[in-house]
């Protein structure tokens, strides 16, 4: 029987198409269960896949005792922090931090849960989506988890009682709002080309036709190149990831933040800080890389399970993992800016370059719409945003102008 509330749940998964039971409840709790055990483990084993490959540019072994090829190293670091003591500072808010932690790790399993893994599936006779939930509204919902990250952080640091700890949370205050702004941006650059908010949507819109699709601009990384770059340096600043984890820089505030945690609390911000960078890297192949879109295996039939179920979460890993390797080269590469450095370059560059490009990409999806002729409209388009660019350049003081303002 459909109701008002099974139509609007139809929406987010066509499990709830034929009304609610208990094998979709179950569906749906099992949903719910297999997300998170992905997450946990993907979190294991990206810090193994970290150490060894940094391991590796470093001319070093890493890992290599717990279990074969050190794969159990994550794991016995768990254990290990499970048991160890935890101690709260007499200075704490005790309610406040203790569930910090946990005010960290929830945003990026919730904003991992718009994420399509796979395709349409049928499981117990009921026809579902290889994700969690595909909200009308999921890039909303996406801003909307990068910004309750911050709470668990700005939190921790204040109810920890201390001073390193509250200087810390007050950086990642300034650092997630001075890149909030780009990065939202950068998520309108793909918008104004799929024309929805829906993550599954833009999936769809990528779609796949053979390797062709990846060059030809149906994947959207291409035409909106820009707004990629932008969205990988705002995500990495996002998530305190080096070169931009000056939230919690070691030489100037002990540990930042979570100076005063140990234990399991002190490994649960850890895990959020590695879950939050899984997600992005998950976002940005729905965003930009056609999600779970890929070739199938033509000696096999396109509706089998294989192809339906195997195949398309593949793709999607392995897009995953290419981009993780890249956070990974960061880390291991780059060293970490001055704090002067990461405010000027989101406040003084991101955000003028992100809006530039929002502006020239909705001039060209514009005129292809109406069939204007794009030799002419291109040209125009850039040279308007070079005009603006520039004006907006040239109004930033200098900085023998701020000096003569100061004396």
């Known amino acids: 029987m459909s109701t008002p509330l099974t139509g609007l749940l139809s929406l987010t998964d066509p499990v709830f198409d034929r009304g609610i039971d ?49 794969l159990f190293q994550s794991l016995a670091d768990g254990i290990k922090l499970f048991f160890k003591e935890q101690s709260e500072p007499n200075t ?7 569930i910090a932690p946990y005010l960290a790790v929830m945003p990026a399993f919730l904003a ?22 595909d909200l009308p509204f999921g890039i909303l919902w996406l801003l909307a988890m990068s910004g309750l990250g911050l709470y668990g952080v700005l939190l921790a640091g204040w109810s920890s009682g201390s ?35 829906s993550t599954r ?16 601009g149906d994947w959207y990384w291409l035409p909106a190149i820009v707004a990629l770059v932008i969205f990988v340096i705002a995500a990495v600043a996002e998530t305190n990831h080096p070169p931009f984890d000056l939230v919690e820089a070691e030489q100037e505030l002990t540990g930042g933040f979570f100076t ?6 002190f490994a649960i911000f850890y895990l959020a800080e590695f879950m939050n960078v899984i ?27 294989f192809n339906a179920w195997i195949m398309p979460v593949f793709w999607f890993m392995l897009k995953v993992i290419v981009l993780l390797f890249g956070t990974v080269w960061l880390r291991a590469s780059l060293p970490r800016l001055r704090y002067d450095q990461l405010m000027g370059l989101g406040w003084k560059f991101l955000i003028e370059i992100a809006f530039l490009w929002v502006m020239i990409s909705g001039v060209v999806i514009v005129a292809k719409e109406e069939g204007w002729s794009m030799w002419i409209v291109l040209p125009a388009a850039i040279a308007g945003a070079l005009v603006v660019g520039t004006t907006l350049y040239l109004s930033v003081p200098k900085k023998t102008e701020l000096v003569e303002e100061i004396r």
Not at 92 to 98: P, S, V, W, Y
Not at 288 to 304: I, K, R, V
């Open 22 to 70: 208990t094998t979709v409840v179950l569906i749906i709790i099992g949903k719910t269960i297999a997300v998170f055990v992905l997450l946990l483990l993907s979190v294991l084993m990206y810090i193994w896949f970290l150490r060894k490959v940094i391991a590796k540019m470093q001319n070093r072994i890493g890992p290599d005792r717990a279990g074969p090829f050190g």
């Open 92 to 98: 704490a808010d005790r309610r406040i931090f203790r």
């Open 112 to 133: 991992f849960s718009i994420v399509p893994i796979g395709g349409l599936v049928t499981i117990a006779g009921h026809k579902t989506f290889l994700q969690l939930a």
């Open 163 to 197: 001073k390193y700890p509250l200087l810390g949370s007050v950086r990642a205050s300034a650092q997630l709002l001075s890149y909030e702004a780009a990065f939202g941006l950068a998520i309108v650059g793909v918008l104004v080309q799929s024309n929805t908010l």
């Open 201 to 216: 949507g833009i999936v769809i819109k990528q779609g796949w036709d053979g390797f062709k699709s990846i060059f030809n």
């Open 260 to 265: 005063e945690y140990t234990g399991i609390k």
């Open 279 to 305: 997600t992005m890297c998950a976002i940005a192949v729905t965003l930009f890389f056609g999600g779970p879109n890929g070739p199938a295996l033509g000696f096999l039939p396109a509706n089998g399970w």
